[in-house]
């Protein structure tokens, strides 16, 4: 019985890693870059696309304004992002003792600017994370994110 409640508190926690993640780096009124960076490992990497690994401390998640533009524009089809959100859902957590992985879907809305327009991207997103135990709490060690889907509607003014 003790070891179902250890993987049900596991699976919850890795469940609520993957919403604090989205949480803080869409950040709804924070966009927080400390509190993003505090779901991943210190060596982690996110793999956009099965492109190349980057180091998530080198893409300045939560601070959107710092990551590359070329990378920007490349996972985002963006040049800057002003405002964005995100739905995290169907969060499947697989254990293996101190490590798991966990994939789940999202739909993003970012808000910002192309080519010195305003423009907008919704997004399906596929996630895989591996993330392992690190004194006792969950973190992020491999982000995988695929794009789905994604559309560029025509932004409008307020009332419109």
């Given at each position: 019985m003790t070891e179902k409640l250890e993987d049900a508190a596991d699976h919850l926690a890795l469940t609520e890693l993957v919403h604090r993640y989205a949480h803080h780096v869409h950040g709804h009124s924070d966009r927080d870059a400390e509190l993003t960076a505090s779901c991943f490992t210190e060596?982690?990497?996110?793999?956009?696309?099965?492109?190349?690994p980057l180091r998530v401390s080198d893409l300045g998640l939560g601070a959107m304004s710092s990551v590359d533009p070329a990378v920007m524009r490349r996972t985002n089809g963006l040049d800057r992002i002003d405002a964005s959100s995100s739905?995290?859902?169907?969060?499947?957590?697989e254990l293996h003792g101190?490590?798991?992985?966990?994939?789940?879907?999202?739909?993003?809305?970012?808000?910002?600017?192309?080519d010195g327009a305003p423009a907008m991207r919704v997004r399906g997103i596929g996630l895989r994370d591996e993330a392992v135990r690190v004194d006792g709490e969950w973190k992020i060690a491999r982000r995988g994110h695929d794009l789905l889907w994604a559309f560029a509607p025509t932004p409008v003014g307020p009332g419109e």
């Open positions: 060596d982690a990497v996110f793999v956009f696309d099965g492109g190349e739905a995290t859902t169907n969060v499947s957590v101190d490590t798991a992985t966990v994939e789940s879907l999202a739909i993003t809305t970012l808000v910002g600017q192309r």
